[in-house]
C-alpha cells in the first residue's frame, strides 16, 4: 500500500543556483523579527542545519501569531504559500508540539504540496530549492519541523503595503 504523502522530489531541486540552492536571497523585511542573514545562510547555503532549537520562541511569532485562525506561513524566498497551520487541531496543540520537538511542527493536513516536497532523506524543501526542515515521522504520521526563518516571508498584501 503507497503512502499518499509526503509528496517527494529528486535531489536535483537543490542543485546549485545564483543564490546557493535558490535563484534569489530571501524577501527583505521577514516577518516575526526572524534574523534575515540567518535566513540566507539556512534557507539557501545549507542542507542539514537548523535554527537552534527554540529560535522561534525567541522571535516576535508568539506575540504576533493568530491564536483563533490558522496562519499561512510564506516562502522566505519566493514568498509562495507553503503551510498553514493549526489545520485539524487547536493552536494550544500546535504549540504544545512544537515547543516539544523545538521548531514549528506540521502536519500532513497543514502543508501546502503545490510548492513543499521531501527528499529521500527527509529534507524538506520547495520546489524553489529552499531548506524549509526535516520531516521526522512520529507515531501520529509525518512530522516536518520547520524553520520559522524558512517561512517568515510577509503574505502578497503586506508586501504590497509595504512597498507603497
Same mark, same amino acid.
Given at each position: 500500500m503507497?503512502?499518499?504523502?509526503?509528496?517527494?522530489?529528486?535531489?536535483?531541486?537543490?542543485?546549485?543556483?545564483?543564490?546557493?540552492?535558490t535563484?534569489?536571497?530571501p524577501?527583505?523585511?521577514l516577518?516575526?523579527?526572524c534574523?534575515? *542573514?540567518k535566513a540566507?545562510?539556512?534557507c539557501c547555503f545549507?542542507?542539514h542545519y537548523?535554527?537552534?532549537?527554540g529560535?522561534f520562541?525567541?522571535t516576535?511569532?508568539k506575540?504576533?501569531v493568530?491564536k483563533?485562525?490558522?496562519t499561512?506561513y510564506?516562502?522566505?524566498?519566493?514568498?509562495?504559500?507553503?503551510?498553514?497551520?493549526?489545520?485539524?487541531?487547536?493552536?494550544?496543540?500546535?504549540l504544545? *508540539?512544537?515547543i516539544a520537538?523545538?521548531w514549528p511542527?506540521?502536519?500532513d493536513e *497543514?502543508?501546502?504540496?503545490?510548492d513543499?516536497?521531501c527528499?529521500?532523506?527527509? *529534507?524538506?524543501?520547495?520546489l524553489?530549492g529552499?531548506?524549509?526542515?526535516?520531516?521526522?515521522?512520529?507515531k501520529?504520521?509525518?512530522?516536518y519541523?520547520?524553520?520559522?526563518?524558512?517561512?517568515?516571508a510577509?503574505?502578497?498584501?503586506k508586501?504590497e503595503?509595504?512597498?507603497?
Open positions: 503507497s503512502q499518499k504523502y509526503p509528496l517527494t522530489c529528486e535531489e536535483s531541486v537543490m542543485s546549485q543556483k545564483k543564490n546557493g540552492t535563484a534569489t536571497p524577501v527583505k523585511p516577518l516575526w523579527g534574523n534575515w *542573514e540566507n545562510e539556512i545549507n542542507r537548523a535554527e537552534y532549537s529560535y520562541l525567541s516576535k511569532w506575540d504576533e493568530d483563533k485562525n490558522p499561512v510564506y516562502d522566505s524566498v519566493t514568498g509562495k504559500p507553503l503551510f498553514k497551520a493549526p489545520v485539524g487541531r487547536t493552536f494550544e496543540a500546535f504544545k *508540539e512544537s520537538h523545538g511542527s506540521f502536519r *497543514e502543508v501546502i504540496w503545490d513543499v516536497r527528499l529521500k532523506n527527509g *529534507e524538506c524543501v520547495s524553489a529552499t531548506h524549509l526542515g526535516h520531516n521526522l515521522p512520529d501520529s504520521g509525518n512530522r519541523c520547520i524553520n520559522l526563518v524558512s517561512v517568515a510577509p503574505p502578497p498584501a508586501k503595503e509595504q512597498k507603497s
